[in-house]
């Protein structure tokens, strides 16, 4: 039975902008090998289990990845969203992770929603062309693709991958406006006082003839009822807005606007496709990665999480870079140790250390036999008669435990960035023009000097009819420059000719 778990929520913001992405992650997981019933389990203890390594989790049969993108509450344009397609369907993150998305044709695309198909991809060898001087490696040549774990181990499939991606904008709060407000203020009537009581003095000293004259100069008496009522009027006129405004914006949550237009929301996507790009490729790392530590990603600061654990941590086999590489290196060797081990185990231990650990050993495979839980196992080790499915089913779990947690390289991007815009109309004109001039420079430069001529004609008054002349000087010209190429040409056979009689 197929299980709905709730990966994680975040809301991330863009410290340009005033954008923000409230993000929420879903999977699709069912049981496929061993009795596990995930409907008894909470989604949490679901999401332990499949990141502690007891379990396997690997691809299911068909595995989908739903994209919701909704931009200020409105899907995003039928263009844009097939255009976002194409870049996820490109990024270079899935050549890292050995997975090939692709867009299905049977299903038709729906107003802000992206379906893609992702499979293992056919050309995923564990050779890479910087690996290839260790090609002689044990074990290099295993098919990535089918490593299974032993019958012991319980296999867990992952079905679908939904995002649902919200991209709201978000107002500044009022509240630092009318703080900014009171500041420039109180800054504007310390201005006041200071000019006030140093203008006046200055005046008294350097304008001292101006007072006989009978100019009206202004005094800090007359000036004081003007200061005290213009502060007064300010008052009065700026606290009503003041306390509305600060009324309405004791609201701590972020408002979004709609205050726009009904067919603006088109041109606006247009504008911020590139942003559009970046939150969606920041929300997909997000849910891969899924740490709380992580305080930014792309560029996105993490104001809230609760993701606990990234689809790297649950399904590292498809999630995580080279996790797959690494477990078909060492599990290739896996039914030799755990048959070796097996057959110790019967043994008599001459040290006391090692007599512990075989103990240790035959204990772990009577409690596998005693179980009843797994039935087509209990039939393999009665043929087999030893011990080495619980052996192996051990050394399975502590392969996945010992792997590194944290991948070597970083994960790419999950939109390819590198679209090429189609070339504007100008650029063509252009570029036609420069291929007309590599191909028939005399005729351009006759144009030319033929408008050069009629202008200059035009200026001057000197010559009734300029462009005829100029033709023929243009003509004289050319045909001197052409006669001056053959003979350079006949002058270096000539040269080459002496060359070859000299000896």
């Known amino acids: 039975m197929a299980t709905p778990i709730e990966l994680g929520r975040a809301v991330l913001c863009a410290p340009t902008t005033n954008l923000e992405l409230w993000l929420t992650t879903l999977i699709t997981v069912s049981p496929q090998r061993g009795r596990i019933d995930i409907r008894q389990l909470k989604s949490s203890q679901i999401l332990d289990l499949m990141s502690t390594g007891h379990v396997w989790t690997c691809r299911g049969h068909v595995m989908h990845a739903e994209l919701h993108l909704m931009f200020r509450e409105e899907p995003l344009p039928h263009t844009q969203l097939r255009d976002l397609a194409e870049s996820i369907v490109q990024g270079p993150v899935w050549g890292q992770l050995m997975l090939q998305p692709s867009i299905p044709t049977d299903i038709a695309l729906e107003p802000g929603i992206i379906r893609l198909n992702i499979k293992y991809n056919d050309n995923n060898n564990n050779t890479r062309p910087q690996e290839e001087h260790r090609r002689r490696r044990v074990c290099m040549e295993m098919p990535t693709t089918d490593v299974q774990p032993p019958l012991g181990v319980p296999i867990i499939a992952l079905e679908t991958i939904r995002f649902t991606i919200e991209i709201v904008e978000t107002r500044q709060r009022t509240k630092t406006a009318h703080k900014r407000l009171r500041v420039e203020g109180e800054a504007d009537g310390h201005l006041l006082s200071v000019t006030n009581s140093v203008v006046p003095n200055a005046?008294?000293?350097?304008?001292?003839?101006?007072?006989?004259?009978?100019?009206?100069?202004?005094?800090?008496?007359?000036?004081?009822?003007?200061?005290?009522?213009?502060?007064?009027?300010?008052?009065?006129?700026?606290?009503?807005?003041?306390?509305?405004?600060?009324?309405?914006?004791?609201?701590?949550?972020?408002?979004?606007?709609?205050?726009?237009?009904?067919?603006?929301?088109?041109?606006?996507?247009?504008?911020?496709?590139?942003?559009?790009?970046?939150?969606?490729?920041?929300?997909?790392?997000?849910?891969?990665?899924?740490?709380?530590?992580?305080?930014?990603?792309?560029?996105?600061?993490?104001?809230?999480?609760?993701?606990?654990?990234?689809?790297?941590?649950?399904?590292?086999?498809?999630?995580?870079?080279?996790?797959?590489?690494?477990?078909?290196?060492?599990?290739?060797?896996?039914?030799?140790?755990?048959?070796?081990?097996?057959?110790?185990?019967?043994?008599?231990?001459?040290?006391?250390?090692?007599?512990?650990?075989?103990?240790?050993?035959?204990?772990?495979?009577?409690?596998?036999?005693?179980?009843?839980?797994?039935?087509?196992?209990?039939?393999?080790?009665?043929?087999?008669?030893?011990?080495?499915?619980?052996?192996?089913?051990?050394?399975?779990?502590?392969?996945?435990?010992?792997?590194?947690?944290?991948?070597?390289?970083p994960l790419l991007a999950f939109v390819a960035t590198g679209a090429c815009a189609s070339p504007d109309s100008s650029s063509d004109d252009m570029l036609e023009e420069v291929e007309q001039r590599i191909q028939y420079p005399y005729t351009s430069t006759l144009g030319a000097n033929v408008v050069l001529g009629s202008m200059e004609s035009d200026d001057e008054h000197l010559l009734d009819d300029g462009s005829p002349s100029s033709v023929r000087l243009d003509a004289d010209i050319s045909m001197q420059h052409v006669s001056t190429n053959s003979t350079c040409k006949d002058d270096s056979r000539i040269t080459k000719d002496d060359l070859l009689f000299d000896f």
């Open 203 to 409: 005046a008294n000293i350097l304008d001292a003839p101006r007072h006989e004259s009978g100019c009206p100069v202004t005094t800090p008496i007359e000036r004081k009822p003007m200061r005290s009522a213009s502060r007064s009027n300010r008052g009065k006129n700026s606290s009503p807005p003041l306390l509305s405004v600060r009324h309405r914006g004791t609201r701590r949550q972020p408002v979004i606007s709609t205050d726009l237009r009904p067919n603006s929301g088109v041109t606006v996507v247009a504008n911020n496709y590139l942003e559009v790009e970046d939150i969606v490729d920041a929300a997909l790392r997000f849910s891969v990665s899924g740490s709380s530590n992580n305080k930014s990603v792309n560029g996105l600061k993490v104001k809230a999480s609760t993701f606990q654990a990234g689809l790297a941590d649950i399904a590292p086999a498809l999630w995580r870079p080279d996790y797959l590489i690494a477990v078909s290196q060492r599990a290739y060797l896996l039914p030799t140790i755990s048959r070796s081990l097996s057959q110790s185990a019967g043994m008599k231990a001459t040290s006391i250390s090692l007599k512990y650990k075989l103990h240790m050993l035959s204990k772990l495979s009577n409690n596998y036999i005693g179980d009843g839980s797994h039935q087509e196992d209990l039939i393999v080790e009665h043929i087999d008669g030893k011990g080495v499915l619980p052996i192996a089913g051990e050394l399975w779990k502590l392969l996945q435990k010992s792997l590194p947690s944290k991948p070597r390289w």
